[in-house]
């Protein structure tokens, strides 16, 4: 078979400097090629959108056509899910006529990985041709007006694991994939959340359609209530353990990101409230509202391709 190679703009690998802690360089651009020729080598697909699936979300794959899995423990270089309602498979397929690649699983801090394992794979997208991100994962309600069950359309974030130095573009900043002081105010893409809204209206879901403020903490313990008080003092309207790693690597390297949360709990926000946030209710909440998240990501999937909204 004939080898794929992957093109880099830069010559020659980045120097990393001398010293650096493990952590911070666990993943050189070789890294990244050995693992994106192996499955360029591997598939015929080319996808053009990644769809993350969050907790007990894998079954948004299951809309795509003409399906090839892969599973993590076979991909050169991949971590391995660990976490419970993380499937830990790649599946290339198409939605309509776009080509798609789903995560049915994917990485935590809370896990043990660093964040340049939990990013991992958005390089690999990437590198294999990937524009589109959809992100989703399952949070805690904090604003007062959300209900469990709602969805939440990602306008912004607040990255508190980078405010203490755990942040995926620490270390030495490799230009093949972006800039040094990449910017954040736009990392939600504005069009792809109007089409959210609107894709989210026609299937009849305006209800319990939310846009909203995402803080990622990084678990694996739910918050406590002085903890859940000072995220809504800080303007968040729902916490979650994942996906600003991955926002931030792919808007780094240019990719245009829709991030959708499930509101599975509410946070207590009181300390006389009884009830007691648990993994169990966030599964159970997943699954009810998957059929519905599948509709809305195949047709956000068509529309968005249709509408060709440009990638930077
Ligand atoms: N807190 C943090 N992460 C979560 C929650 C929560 O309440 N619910 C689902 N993921």
Redesign the pocket.
Known sequence: MEMLMVDCCVNGPVQFPEGLPDLLICCSFEDYKLTTEWLLNQTSHRPKVTVICG?GLGLLADGATNKQTFRYQDIPNFPVSTAPGHEGCLVFGLIEDTPCVFMQGHFHLYEGYSLCQVTFPIRIFKLMGVEYVLVT????GICPDFKVGDIMIIKDHINLPGFAGQHPLCGPNDERFGIRFPCMSDAYCKDLRRLALDVGSELGCSDFIREGVYCM?S?PN??TIAEARMLLILGCDS???SAVPEVTVAKHCGLRVLGLSLI??M?SLDYSREEK?NHEE?LQISKMRAEVLQKLVSALISRCQQQNINTN
């Open positions: 907790s994962n399952a949070s805690g903490v678990g739910f918050e916490v979650g353990m599975t709990n946070v946030a966030v």
